[in-house]
């Protein structure tokens, strides 16, 4: 029996365990959470355990479902190490061009397009109803929430963060452990670690936003 587990027994999780069933390639979809024995359901998928290691051998493929792009990097690195396999997912409604990239560990979730010359990092999340546009660059463990959508060549750094419903003008920067805020417009670079907010958007903390 094939069985994916998926790390991170929340919202999110919910989502890619739905995109993993849709995708049908596994007789077994099954959760991982610290949070077990006190839970043990997420949605109509049962929690078997705190962690991949209690499952023992590594016969099963993985994929971590956890929101906060650091953790999410940093679980994914401990889980390989472990000799476990990681896959991909990518929801069937989904329009892809056919020389993207995507890398290992990534989600793409529901009414997603990406077009053509499109590169898309390990461990990112291209989340619900978001556009990423012809010959854009997304690093590791990058974000991009749901609605938002990135012009054409739009470079995005590791760790980074498009929320909800920003949008960038073509052909600009965005460098890694940056946040961009609900709704913003990003019309010049961004590449100073920090947050980012408003039309258009500007620089708001110094602070690492993780």
Known sequence: MSRLVVVGA??????????????????EVVFVDQKYPEIKSCGRWPVVASSLESLG??????FVAIGDNHVRAKVYAECTE????????I???AVIASDTQIGAG??????????????VGDCCIVNTGSTIDHDCLLGKAVHISPGAHLAGEVTVGDYSWIGTGAATKQVLRIGSDVMIGVGAAVVSDCIEP?????????????????
């Open 106 to 119: 990534t989600v793409v979730c529901a009414g997603v397009a990406i077009n053509i010359g499109v590169k």
């Open 91 to 93: 929801h069937p409604n």
């Open 82 to 89: 472990l000799g476990c396999s990681p896959v991909t997912l």
């Open 194 to 210: 920090g947050i980012y907010a408003g039309v258009p958007a500007k620089r708001l903390s110094r602070r690492d936003p993780f």
């Open 57 to 62: 051998d590594c016969e099963f493929s993985f």
């Open 10 to 27: 929340g919202g999110h999780g919910k989502v890619c365990a739905d995109v993993a069933t849709l995708i049908g390639n596994w007789d």
